[in-house]
């Protein structure tokens, strides 16, 4: 079954510094989205992606924030000068059609220290 | 057992009991629905789906039941299993997907 595949794992990083998170999509989906967890809180939605363009995004996806398809495979979420509250896991999803259901991979967990 | 949603974001059956999971939903614009399964440390994972111009679909185990005049949705989970102990959440589509506050289901063998 095709899967979603986010890198890395699990991201330690210093407080100030900038992360990469890196997503595959299914190859032949077309819509893009990262969401969010904080330890123990709900899933919420970062932003969506498609067509080469961000979509929709929510108040939490501010300046520090940016997501870019670097390639025909990649789609990822830097985030600059990271703060200890933006720990959380970070999960990428794909899909065929923005009307259906979503594929999510297993998540990165970034650790903001 | 049945759970009132986000108020009561734990519920505790027995194997074999059916499970009811609540969810209330915001936008009345919304006009999909789908019930996530996320197990410790993993990604949600896609349970079943129900399109706003129905009121009932059943998979397998699971049904789902929506009742757009009270914008409210509920997946049943019969003869529930310890395989089944995990984060439930609720999510609505309308420009998005958003998702609700989740329920923790724990099955007790």
């Known amino acids: 079954e095709p899967e979603v595949t986010q890198t890395p794992s699990h991201q330690v990083t210093q407080m100030g510094q900038e992360v990469i998170l890196r997503c595959v999509p299914i190859?032949?989906?077309?819509?893009f989205y990262w969401y969010r967890q904080i330890l123990g809180q709900k899933v919420e939605f970062l932003v969506s992606?498609?067509?080469?363009?961000?979509?929709?995004k929510s108040e939490i996806f501010d300046d520090q924030f940016s997501v870019e398809r670097p390639d025909g495979s990649n789609f990822t979420l830097k985030i600059r000068s990271t703060k200890l509250e933006d720990s959380a896991m970070y999960f990428c999803?794909?899909?065929?059609?923005?009307?259906?259901?979503?594929?999510f991979g297993s998540g990165t967990r970034l650790t903001v220290v | 057992g049945e759970s009132v949603g986000l108020h009561l974001p734990t519920l505790s059956v027995q194997e074999g009991d059916n499970s009811i999971i609540n969810c209330a939903y915001s936008?009345?614009?919304?006009?999909?629905f789908i019930w996530y399964k996320q197990e410790s440390g993993k990604g949600p994972q896609f349970i079943i789906d129900?399109?706003?111009?129905?009121d009932k679909r059943q998979g397998q185990r699971v049904t789902v039941l929506l009742n757009k005049t009270v914008k409210h949705l509920s997946l049943q989970i019969a003869a529930t299993q310890p395989g089944d102990s995990a984060v439930y959440f609720c999510?609505?589509?309308?420009?998005?997907?958003?998702f609700g506050a989740g329920t923790r289901l724990t099955v007790k063998p």
């Open positions: 129900i399109r706003s111009n129905m």
């Open positions: 190859s032949n989906h077309l819509y």
């Open positions: 992606f498609y067509n080469n363009e961000i979509s929709e």
């Open positions: 999510a609505e589509i309308s420009n998005d997907m958003r």
């Open positions: 936008n009345s614009a919304s006009d999909y």
């Open positions: 999803a794909s899909s065929e059609d923005s009307s259906y259901g979503y594929t």
